[in-house]
C-alpha cells in the first residue's frame, strides 16, 4: 500500500483514490473518530475575509512522505491555504500501518480545528459587520431625531415650553445599545434595561420627550410638524421608601470589598406631565363582545377629553356600520400613515387575548407608546386588566402614577445565501422584532432540523431536532414553556435558548445574558428545510447558508401593569398557567406533644 486518500465532502466521509492504491477504509473505528463537530459546519466563506471553505477536502496517510509532499501534497496544499494558514495538518506520514488509525483520527481532529477556526472567524466577522450597521443605524436616528427637532424650534417658536422639555429631556432617551455591546459595563446595565446618558445618570428619573416615541425606526420622510403628545416621566421606584437609599450602581467597590447590592430590581412609574389625550385602540377581530366594548370605550373616552381616538381601518368599518356618529374616530389607511399614527399615540389600548398584545407591539417597528392590555381572551397570561372595570382602571392610569413593565423585544434579521456568489453577506435581508420569541422549526421536512449556533461569534451547538426557539423573557412563558424551557420575570435581562425536541439526552435549555448576539444558520448541505416564525407570525422559509441573527432590542413594549411588575406576573404564572397547583395536605390530626 503506498497511500491512502480520504476525501470530505459535503461532510461526508469517503474513500479517494491515490494513483490506483486506493483503500476504502470504512471501518466503524475510522467513522468514530470523526469529530462530530465538523459534520455540517458551515462551508460558506465570504470571499472578502478569504474564508471560503473547500468543497472537498483531502486527507492522506502514506507509508512514503516524498510521494505525498509531490504528489498529491500539491492538492491539499491548496486547499490548505484556502482553508487556513496553518493549514489542514491532516497530511500524516506513517510507516507502521498498525497506527492508522489513530493517526488518521488526530488528522481529522486537526482538521476540525481548523474548519472551527474558520467558521467561528466567519461568525465574528458578520457579527462585528451587524453591530456596526446597527450602530450606523442608530445614528442616522439620533441625527434625524435631532434635525426634526432644530426644524421644530426654527419654525414655531411660539411652542417654545414644548420644545424646552423635549430638548432638556431628551438627555434621557431610552436607549439599550451601550449596554447591550458592551457587557463589562456594569455601571450603564445597573438599571437592568435602561440606559440613560451621564448627565441624569443619578438622578433617578427617566423623562421621554414626544418624540421619544415617534417611530423614527420606519421613516424620517415623515412631516416635521411639533407632535401633539403628552409628556411624561418614567421613574425609577418613587413610591418605595425602602430602596430610597440605594444608589444604582450594579456593583460598588467601597473599601475595595465587591459587593452587589442592588440589582436590576427597579418598579418603574410613569407619570404624566400632560394628560393623554390620544388613543390607539386595538381590537381581537371576530369577538361580538370586544366590538360592544370598544364602542362603549370610544363613548367613554371622549367624555374624559380625549379628543383622538385611532382605530384599525377594519374597526372603523365595523363601527361605522352599527352608528355612523362615529365618523370622528380616526384610522390609517397606509403603512405610512400607521407611522404617523404611532408619533402621536399616548397610549395603546388591546382587548383580546395575548395574541392582540402581540399583534399591537407588531405594529410598532421602534418605540412604543404605554400600553394598557384589557382581558378578552381565554388565557391572558400578559393582559392582566379585567374589561368590566375599564373606567377605573383608565382613570387611574390616565392620572398616573402607573407602574411599567419594559417587555423586552428580540431584533431578528434573517440574511440570506446569495446562492450565485456563494456567500450571504451581500443578499437583501429582513428584520422583524418580536415580543415573545423567534422559532424556527422543521415545517413539513420529516428530516431533522440541523441549526449551526453561534453566540458572540463562539459556537454554541448544532440542534438537531425539530428546531430551535430563541425567546425574550415575556416569551418564556409561551412556546418556550411548551419545549421545557425556563419561566423567567420579564425584567430579568436575557435571551432564551430552547431546543424544540432535540435528538439528544443532554440537550437543556440555555438562559444568556441580554447583550449576546446570536447566529442561527443552516448549512449549505443540510437535508431539511427551515422555517422561522416571529411572534408565532410571519413565517419565512430558510434555505441552507441562510443565516438568522438575533439580538435584544432597544425598543421595548412598556406595559402599563395593573399593580406592579412581579405581583402581575406571579399571578399569572398562579391563576393562568395553574402552577404548582396541588392540593394541599391535610394536616395531621393528632395533638402535638406540647398540648
Ligand atoms: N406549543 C406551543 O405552546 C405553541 C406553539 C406555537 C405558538 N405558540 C405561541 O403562540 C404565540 C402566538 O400567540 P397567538 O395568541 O397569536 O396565537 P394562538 O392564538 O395560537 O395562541 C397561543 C396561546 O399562547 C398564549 N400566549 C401567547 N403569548 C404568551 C405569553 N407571552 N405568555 C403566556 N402565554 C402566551 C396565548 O394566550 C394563547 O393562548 C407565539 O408567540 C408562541 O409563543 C405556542
Ligand atoms: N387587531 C388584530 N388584527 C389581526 N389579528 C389579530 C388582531 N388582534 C389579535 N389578532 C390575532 O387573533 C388571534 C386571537 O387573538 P387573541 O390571542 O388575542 O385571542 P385569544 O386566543 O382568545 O386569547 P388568548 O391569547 O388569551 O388565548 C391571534 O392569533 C392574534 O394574532
Known sequence: MTGMFYQLTKGELGAGRDQGACVAWRTPVARESFPRDLVGLPRHFTRRHSLKLPRKILIGLTSSPNRLEHGKIENLAIRSQRLDSDGVGAMITNRDEKNHLSEFSDALQTVAKALEDVAVKKALAQDEAAQWKHKYELELLRNSQLERSIASRALDSSRQDNLSVTSVISEGDIDATEFRSSPQNTQTRSNGYLQYKETIQNSKVLSYSPDLFNNLYLDTQLDSKI????????????????????????????????????????????????????????????????????????????????????????????????????????????????????KSVDLVI???????????????????????????????????????????????????????????????????????????????????????????????????????????????????????????????????????GSV????????????????????????????????????????????????GKGRQQLWGGDALIVRMSEWPVPAVCEKESSGDFLRSVRESLHWNRRNIQLADERPSPSH
Open 350 to 484: 388591546t382587548l383580546g387575548g395575548d395574541g392582540t398584545m402581540l399583534w399591537a407591539a407588531s405594529l410598532f417597528k421602534g418605540p412604543m407608546p404605554p400600553l394598557v392590555a384589557f382581558s378578552m381572551g381565554s388565557l391572558g397570561f400578559m393582559t392582566k386588566f379585567q374589561s368590566s372595570m375599564y373606567r377605573e382602571s383608565l382613570q387611574a392610569i390616565m392620572k398616573g402614577p402607573a407602574y411599567i413593565t419594559l417587555r423586552h423585544r428580540l431584533h431578528c434579521q434573517i440574511i440570506r445565501h446569495d446562492r450565485e456568489t456563494d456567500d450571504n453577506t451581500s443578499s437583501e435581508s429582513a428584520e422583524y422584532l418580536v415580543l415573545n420569541e423567534v422559532s424556527i422549526d422543521r415545517g413539513m421536512s420529516s428530516a431533522l432540523s440541523n441549526l449551526e449556533c453561534f453566540c458572540d461569534g463562539h459556537f454554541v451547538t448544532i440542534v438537531q431536532g425539530d428546531g430551535l426557539i430563541i425567546s425574550s423573557p415575556s416569551g418564556s412563558t409561551a412556546y418556550s414553556l411548551a419545549a421545557g
Open 227 to 342: 407632535s401633539e403628545k403628552a409628556s411624561f416621566t418614567l421613574t425609577l421606584d418613587p413610591v418605595d421608601e425602602r430602596r430610597k437609599e440605594q444608589n444604582h450602581d450594579l456593583v460598588s467597590f467601597d473599601d475595595g470589598d465587591i459587593n452587589a447590592e442592588v440589582r436590576s430590581n427597579k418598579q418603574i412609574a410613569l407619570v404624566w406631565n400632560s394628560s393623554p389625550a390620544s388613543v390607539f385602540i386595538l381590537l381581537k377581530p371576530n369577538a361580538a363582545a370586544v366590538q360592544q366594548l370598544c364602542e362603549e370605550m370610544v363613548w367613554w373616552l371622549r367624555e374624559q377629553n380625549v379628543t383622538k381616538i385611532y382605530v384599525e381601518p377594519r374597526v372603523k368599518a365595523e363601527l361605522m356600520e352599527e352608528n355612523a356618529d362615529f365618523e370622528f374616530i380616526q384610522t390609517c389607511e397606509t403603512e405610512k400613515q400607521l407611522v404617523t399614527i404611532n
Open 488 to 535: 423567567v420575570h420579564p425584567q430579568v435581562p436575557g435571551i432564551l435558548f430552547t431546543p424544540i425536541c432535540p435528538h439528544s439526552l443532554s440537550f437543556r435549555p440555555l438562559i444568556l445574558p441580554d447583550y449576546v448576539t446570536l447566529r442561527v444558520q443552516l448549512p449549505l448541505n443540510c437535508r431539511g428545510q427551515a422555517w422561522a416564525s416571529f411572534d
